[in-house]
């Protein structure tokens, strides 16, 4: 069992930056690979990125390379996504999630097994 909590979201205009903030407990979270997604309503979750388990090996949805960037501290179990240049597109409730199967980093839904509750993000043009 892991458990996922979000933090950092909030209202920031375009152009701006936040940085949301994942901390894990329960089962070894250092062995987890872990990935970022957002969902605004009436549409299916989005990938965003994900990272590996130590943290070597990063993948990014097209539309945020370049802006975000996800990183993860093992010894404070938590993950991180570090968003720069921010768009109104950006809005959406963001959701982390574990993998604790094959420590890849994965965009797909279905390969993560935990979930956290999201946190919002608004970006005002």
């Known amino acids: 069992q892991v458990q996922l909590v979000e933090s950092g979201g909030g209202l920031v205009q375009a152009g701006g930056s936040l940085r949301l903030a994942c901390a894990a407990s329960?089962?070894?979270?250092?062995?987890?690979?872990m990935g970022w997604f957002r969902q605004i309503p009436g549409k299916e979750r989005e990938f965003v990125a994900a990272?590996?388990?130590?943290?070597?090996?990063?993948v990014y949805a097209d539309s945020v390379k370049g802006r975000f960037t996800i990183s993860r501290d093992n010894n404070k179990n938590t993950v991180y996504l570090q968003m720069n240049s921010l768009k109104p597109e950006d809005t959406g409730v963001y959701y982390c999630?574990?993998?604790?199967?094959?420590?890849?980093?994965?965009?797909?839904?279905?390969?993560?097994?935990?979930w956290g509750q999201g946190t919002q993000v608004t970006v005002s043009s």
């Open positions: 990272i590996s388990w130590r943290g070597r090996s990063t």
């Open positions: 329960g089962r070894t979270f250092s062995s987890c690979a």
């Open positions: 999630a574990a993998d604790v199967t094959t420590g890849a980093p994965s965009r797909m839904v279905g390969a993560y097994d935990y």
